[in-house]
């Protein structure tokens, strides 16, 4: 379920700071942390276009979508398997 892949995904998350923390690389820029995360791992995210998530701002649409839910034309990476879409019920 939906609730299942959020834990998925932050142990990927925690598995990424920790390569970013082995080979050094700064971690101040969480956005950097959660690509990165997302393209190791494509099963795990789904892209929404910054034009699905207008008028707010397109650098924090994630917000939007999790808080509205709806209905949204994704991208994934080449070779991404379709996980069933959560759609929120608000």
Do not use: I
Not at 36 to 45: A, E, Q, W, Y
Not at 62 to 69: E, F, Q, S
Request: net charge positive.
């Amino acid at each position: 379920g939906y609730k299942d892949t959020w834990r998925e995904f932050h142990q990927a998350f925690l598995a990424t700071v920790k390569e970013f923390n082995k080979k050094h690389l700064f971690l101040g820029e969480d956005q950097m942390v959660l690509q990165s995360t997302c393209l190791l791992n494509p099963n795990l995210c789904a892209y929404v276009p910054y034009k699905q998530v207008l008028p707010d701002n397109h650098y924090f649409g994630l917000r939007k979508v999790l808080y509205t839910g709806g209905n949204y034309t994704y991208w994934r990476p080449p070779g991404a398997r379709v996980r069933k879409e959560h759609v929120s019920s608000k």
